[in-house]
């Protein structure tokens, strides 16, 4: 069985971050994101092929990532010739030797999805097509897919007016998918398959069916949801490395250096070569980076600083995101900023 990763955005909602990190490749703690993805792949067995579907900054990803053989699983490569839309891009991914369903994965979804339950209902229910949905508290901000009671995909609403509103339910970006059915995509044409794809598939009355999973669900695509997605894996929401077995407690790399004075309170996580100096305060919801300095009397509360950042003596951050090799001076107070790489704050700047 094959998967294809829908990796090719160019995380515009995450800019300055993603100008020089591809949104696949963005950490999450100590892991780049897909990896999240793939370890999921990975439950099922039969899946013996991952395909990357990229775009934007591909020998970015590759080099992360490379063959696969570190993680287990094979993984390939493939490059739009030009942007496919999500349809066309699958049917570009999957090629014309298939036999099996395929697994299909929007690239910016951090889920705790059952894979193999999602796809034993495939199989049982002999669908053309299944999809996983996931309920939302405010169904008016989304698009919403409409079932019947025994799980046919009946309609999809795009941002309903309030009497429209008949169910919860919206695209979790999670499909499987019969081979044949990809026939319906032209090629090398730009093609969507919310818009186009899966309509075709209730027009014709195939079987299209949903799999409701109401496990933990969310798109990492805003600096706010990149940020609420490491909170909930610190909190336990989500049982995923760093804290799979620790929810709740301050992750401090062995390879770390925390000077005597410094205050650790957690959750929070620190990662290999960092420095945290005497007097420093690390403050819960904090993640710093691999070869990141928190020098003397500085406090960082609620951020996430990328590797070989500098924070300097006495200065105060608070949720705050910053890329790479990043300069934060002294006595800088700042909160709720974004920064890109290599991004400098000099002395006594504030918001």
Request: glycine share 8%.
């Amino acid at each position: 069985m094959k998967a294809i990763l829908l990796a090719g955005g160019k995380g515009t909602r995450l800019r300055p971050l993603t100008l020089h990190t591809p949104k696949p490749i963005v950490p999450i703690f100590d892991r780049p994101f897909l990896r999240y993805q793939i370890d999921l792949l990975r439950q099922v067995p039969e899946i013996d092929e991952v395909v990357l579907s990229l775009n934007y900054q591909p020998r970015r990803i590759e080099e992360v990532f490379g063959d696969g053989s570190d993680l287990g699983i094979h993984l390939r490569y493939v490059v739009e010739p030009t942007p496919l839309g999500t349809g066309g891009a699958i049917r570009f991914a999957a090629g014309d030797r298939l036999g099996e369903p395929i697994v299909v994965f929007n690239g910016d979804v951090l889920t705790a999805v059952d894979l193999p339950a999602v796809i034993r209902l495939h199989r049982e229910r002999q669908a053309k097509a299944t999809i996983v949905l996931t309920p939302v508290e405010n169904p008016s901000a989304y698009g919403l897919v409409e079932t019947d009671a025994h799980g046919n995909i009946l309609a999809f609403l795009e941002k309903p007016s309030a009497d429209q509103i008949r169910c919860d339910t919206i695209n979790a970006g999670i499909y499987v998918l019969e081979p044949d059915t990809l026939e319906r995509v032209p090629r090398d044409t730009a093609y969507s398959i919310e818009r186009s794809y899966f309509p075709s598939l209730i027009h014709d009355r195939a079987t299209f069916v949903a799999h409701i999973d109401r496990g933990y669900w969310i798109d990492i695509g805003t600096p706010e949801k990149y940020r609420q997605a490491h909170r909930d894996i610190m909190d336990g929401r989500l049982t995923a490395p760093p804290f799979a077995s620790t929810p709740g407690a301050a992750i401090v790399s062995p390879e770390a250096r925390i000077e005597e004075g410094a205050t650790i309170t957690g959750p929070c996580f620190i990662d290999a070569a960092a420095t945290i100096k005497r007097g420093a305060r690390i403050g819960p919801y904090s993640v710093i980076g691999r070869h990141s300095t928190i020098a003397e009397e500085a406090a960082v509360d609620g951020c996430i600083l990328w590797p070989n950042t500098w924070v300097e003596s006495e200065a105060r951050l608070v949720d705050t995101l910053a890329g790479r090799n990043c300069h934060f001076g002294r006595n800088v107070d700042i909160t709720g900023g974004l920064f890109g790489d290599k991004s400098v704050v000099t002395d006594y700047s504030q918001t």
